[in-house]
């Protein structure tokens, strides 16, 4: 009875694991939904789809976009946090929504960005950038610092949001340049430059992507950004202006709930590096002044931790956070 109970457990075991085996070796078997915490339409939104496109080559399956904005990026991003740890629920995820919300304001983020998440690999860099319109009295960033200085208060900036990398970019630029200016936060994607061309502001500071088009009609003008970009040559980054350091450019990158089976990142891992590297879809990005620098999961949590401590730093130092 022994030899007879120890054979069926055996079975079972056996049975179980080919199964397991089996569902692992069949990833994924329906659709994958990606969540981007940002409005369609939005930089991240087309970024997103783009990677989604490529993805599903890879893969051999559909993943399906899902758009849940709000919260600063947060909202979505926690959907994500509590899904299913199976991988069919990933994140689009931008660095606001991993480092500078909690950064900046830990109170609003229900999750924590290092334990709720495995991350999946970093997609693309997207510099920032300062911008006015075309016709105003500023031609370039010192004439903007000098009004600043001489009429405190008098400036508006439209910004993505309170908890966004362009917003500390802002502070970083006015802490270095002893100015100060009145941010307006708004929902993000084109109504940051509309805010500027409505006239509603007299300056924005966002992704270089979303000012692109306004840039090249001549109806806005870029007069600092965070990193150098061939279609830009002639706008300065802040080392460029004298000043010691430069500020950060923000990120896109994939993130499922903490937890992944193994056999799920095996999979997931790879074709997100592929779909990155894409020979197809890195001149589209580029020629929309997204910088394509994939990352692994290893060297994107490294990244994401030291700039998280980097950003909590200064935002005490400087008394943003709240």
Known sequence: MKRSGLSI????LFVFGLASFAGAASYPSRNIEMVIPMLAGSAGDITGRMLAEELKKEIKGN????NKPGGSFTLGTDVVARAKKDGYTIAYANSPAIVYA???DPKSVPYDPFKDFDPLGVHVYFPQAIVVKSDSQWKTFKDLAEYAKQNPGALRCANPGATSASTFVLELVQSAAGIKVIQVPTKGGQQVPLSVL???TEMAVGAISVFANHVQNGDLRILLMTRKLPGFAGVPIMTDLGYKENTPSGWFGLYGPAGLPEEVK???VPAIKKAVESPVMKPKLEKLFYVVDYKSPEEQIKEAREEYETVSAI???LGIQK
């Open 9 to 12: 457990c055996c079975a079972l």
């Open 63 to 66: 993943v399906i976009v899902t």
């Open 102 to 104: 909690k950064a900046l």
């Open 198 to 200: 409505g006239g509603h």
């Open 266 to 268: 095996k999979v997931l």
């Open 315 to 317: 935002a005490k130092k």
